[in-house]
């Protein structure tokens, strides 16, 4: 657990590292705020459709699997018999 809170703290201090300096007035930094929220919704609705991709191929490759295996155990029952 404390391995993780230190991981956790290490990327906190990377992003807070990356972030610009901020030296503008309340207007331009509430206007960079809109950007930065709407850059993140556009980037989490990628996001989205990236894992239900993901999603509906690890659907695909698990139902393949399972015919993959129940033809396997039936070849394996066929030759105890």
């Not at 610009?20 to 919704?41: F, N, S």
């Not at 556009?42 to 659907?59: H, Y």
């Amino acid at each position: 657990m404390a391995a993780t809170i230190a991981e956790a703290n290490r990327v906190i201090v990377e992003i807070a590292r990356a972030l610009p300096e901020i030296d503008t007035d309340e207007k331009a930094a509430r206007k960079r705020i809109a950007a930065l929220h709407a850059e993140h919704d556009k980037v989490s609705k990628e996001l989205e459709t990236v894992i239900a991709q993901a999603k509906a191929e690890l659907d695909v490759i698990n139902a393949a699997f399972k015919a993959a295996a129940s033809g396997v155990l039936a070849l394996d029952e066929d030759a105890t018999d």
